[in-house]
């Protein structure tokens, strides 16, 4: 079972465990409490919070995020999800 698998096994279990219902947050699929928004907490985060980061932060703060971003391997995410379909 890949990683996140794993990690949304394990939300959806803590979710039932406590009684709360939860939704597959309509990003990235990890199950989520916030049935009203459908957005787990660092989802929401990134929509609401990104722009503010990059304003306020200034060039250190876009520089932080395009080396994030150019670091991250795509390729691996999206193969891991057509594995997994």
């Known amino acids: 079972m890949a ?3 794993q990690v949304r096994s394990l939300r ?4 039932e465990a406590l009684g709360f219902p939860h939704v597959p947050c309509d990003v990235c699929e990890l199950p989520t409490d916030k049935t009203a928004t459908k957005r787990c ?3 929401w985060e990134v929509e ?3 722009a ?3 304003r306020v ?3 250190g703060a876009r520089e932080f995020v395009r080396r994030a ?5 795509f390729d691996a ?3 891991a999800d057509e594995r997994r379909r």
């Open 48 to 50: 609401h919070r990104l």
């Open 52 to 54: 503010a980061y990059l």
């Open 57 to 59: 932060g200034g060039e």
């Open 12 to 15: 959806a279990a803590h979710f």
């Open 77 to 79: 995410m999206f193969d």
């Open 41 to 43: 907490d660092a989802c």
């Open 69 to 73: 971003l150019d670091e991250a391997n």
């Open 3 to 5: 990683v996140s698998e």
